[in-house]
């Protein structure tokens, strides 16, 4: 059946997308300042760069996709294998690589291959069988150790959720799941152990941030300062005072939710919140119309993975969760995560056109048709 592919591509999902795109824009020229206005115009050319993803994804069949979950999968982990080795270092991280001219985050395109793969193996089959869970929790696990070593706590974090959220989308068992949540302290207690000493701090500094206001207390104190002193309205657009006097560390990537919360205040929040639900309740139509498993577990994977980094920056920088490093979608400034946002948008768009390209007869057929 020949139709134009372009045409269906979701417009209530283009729309949120391009009124993020301009909340995001709109923050971090006001986050940045002007000796560093570059980082504005950067980000500006990797939205150009990402819509082109987004538009690319949106074309590349399904079916051409289940193809290459795992080449990519493997190319992913190859990556991050080589991260420890080669990799560059920045902010006391070793988190990229750089192949040609080109500067790569490796866990980036891990958490969406993952998705792919974890979508492939549950295309066919029930998670009712330890065979298919243990095969699903080493290619999970896998990379998440290799991320967490960088380190990286936040994207593992998010890896591991995020695969759960599919585990579950693809009928685990409820009685698995209870095992699971049972050994969760257990867990804790190994991997606080092998914590990173600042990352230790981190969670102590958020049961109490007033114990080091000036040291690892410092981020949490001055992002709840900046939200509450934006009040119903805000300071106004270019003029929040925790910004532009730099109080507020690391205002264009992590903590710039604070700096929009102290410029448009609560309605600007509410805003921006509501795109955030608009897109989420978006990608759940498009997945409860998704015409093969492997569509729906695609799209249920993009947006666990959407709804937990918007929970997780939310919260940290509200001071309700320990801050991780996870980045707000679409606000925050950042290449690589991004990119892969948009390109992870366009599988969802691609979804969406063939759920309303396929007959009704059609439906029903093999998962990765």
């Not at 069949?61 to 990799?87: D, H, I, K, T």
């Not at 990537?253 to 919360?261: K, N, P, Q």
Request: net charge neutral; charged share 10%.
């Amino acid at each position: 059946m020949m139709f134009k592919p372009w045409l269906l591509i979701d417009r209530w999902l283009l729309v949120i997308l391009l009124m993020l795109a301009a909340i995001g824009l709109l923050t971090l020229y006001s986050a940045v300042h002007h000796g560093e206005i570059h980082i504005w115009y950067r980000q500006l050319s990797y939205w150009l760069v990402g819509l082109t993803a987004f538009l690319i994804l949106a074309l590349i069949p399904l079916r051409l996709l289940g193809l290459l979950a795992w080449p990519v999968f493997a190319f992913a982990l190859l990556c991050l294998a080589l991260v420890p080795l080669m990799g560059d270092v920045q902010m006391g991280a070793r988190r990229w690589i750089t192949i040609g001219p080109v500067h790569l985050q490796p866990s980036e395109i891990m958490k969406w291959a993952l998705m792919l793969v974890l979508a492939h193996w549950f295309a066919n089959r029930e998670p009712d069988g330890w065979l298919a869970i243990i095969v699903a929790v080493c290619l999970t696990a896998v990379p998440a150790a290799l991320i967490v070593v960088q380190p990286d706590l936040g994207t593992s974090l998010v890896l591991l959720l995020a695969a759960t959220a599919m585990l579950v989308a693809a009928g685990f068992p409820w009685r698995y799941l209870f095992s699971i949540v049972a050994m969760m302290p257990f867990a804790g207690w190994y991997v606080w152990l092998h914590m990173h000493q600042y990352q230790k701090q981190r969670v102590l500094t958020f049961l109490d941030p007033q114990t080091d206001p000036l040291g690892a207390g410092y981020h949490v104190i001055q992002s709840m300062i900046s939200i509450g002193s934006g009040g119903l309205w805000g300071k106004g657009y270019l003029t929040g005072t925790q910004s532009r006097l730099n109080f507020l560390p690391e205002q264009h990537t992590d903590f710039i939710f604070s700096v929009l919360a102290e410029e448009a205040g609560l309605i600007g929040v509410f805003v921006l919140l509501l795109l955030f639900a608009l897109l989420v309740h978006r990608m759940l139509h498009i997945a409860s119309i998704a015409h093969t498993r492997f569509a729906a577990l695609v799209t249920v994977g993009v947006c666990s993975i959407f709804m937990i980094y918007i929970f997780v920056n939310i919260a940290m920088v509200s001071g309700v969760l320990p801050v991780v490093g996870v980045p707000l979608p679409f606000v925050s400034y950042g290449g690589s995560a991004l990119v892969s946002m948009l390109a992870a948008l366009g599988m969802v768009a691609r979804v969406s056109i063939e759920a309303h390209a396929v007959l009704p007869w059609q439906r029903g057929g093999s998962p990765l048709a």
